[in-house]
C-alpha cells in the first residue's frame, strides 16, 4: 500500500478503487465520526474510538442535521441505501489509513443498524401517515364518515 500524502488524494484512491461510494460520501463518514466521538466521547483532545453502532448513531444524527427529509435522496445519490454501506466506507478508508481500527471492529459490526426509510423518510411524514394500521385507518375511514354524517341536512 502505497503512503498517502493528503485526504484528498486518499479519497481519490479509494473512488478510482472502488467507484460504488460518491467522494462526498466518505467526506461525509468522516465528518459523521466527529460528530459520534463528541457524542461518545465528549470533548478530548485526542480523538477517541467508537464502535460501529456508534458511528451509525453519529452518520443518523448528522444526516438528519444536514440533509433533514433529503437524507434518502443524497444517500441514494452517494450510492449509499443501508448501513452496511457505511461499513463498507468506513473499511476502504481503514484500507487507505485514513481510519484506524481495532481488532474488535469488523464490517458485521455495520450489519442491521437501521432500516434507512423507518428513520430518514418516515419521521418527515405527517402524522396520519406513519402509523398506516389497521386500527389507525379504521380511526380515520370512521372520522371521515362522522364528519359526512354530520352535513346531512336531518330528515323531518
Given amino acids: 500500500m502505497q503512503p498517502t500524502n493528503t485526504f484528498d488524494e486518499a479519497l481519490d484512491r479509494i473512488v478510482a478503487n472502488d467507484p460504488r461510494y460518491h467522494r462526498d460520501a466518505y467526506q461525509f463518514v468522516r465528518e459523521a465520526l466527529d460528530v459520534a466521538q463528541k457524542k461518545f466521547c465528549g470533548e478530548q483532545r485526542e480523538p477517541q474510538h467508537v464502535s460501529g453502532r456508534q458511528l451509525l448513531e453519529g452518520v443518523r444524527d448528522y444526516a438528519l442535521e444536514e440533509f433533514g427529509p433529503m437524507t434518502l435522496i443524497v444517500f441514494q445519490e ?46 418527515f411524514l405527517p402524522k396520519a401517515k406513519k402509523n398506516v394500521g389497521s386500527a389507525n385507518l379504521d380511526d380515520a375511514v370512521s372520522h371521515t364518515n362522522k364528519k359526512k354524517d354530520s352535513k346531512k341536512p336531518e330528515s323531518t
Fill in 78 to 123: 452517494w450510492g449509499i441505501t443501508r448501513c452496511e454501506d457505511i461499513g463498507e466506507i468506513v473499511f476502504n478508508m481503514v484500507d487507505h489509513t485514513l481510519l484506524g481500527k481495532t481488532d474488535d471492529d469488523s464490517r458485521s459490526d455495520f450489519q442491521d443498524g437501521y432500516d434507512f426509510d423507518e428513520t430518514f423518510r418516515v419521521p
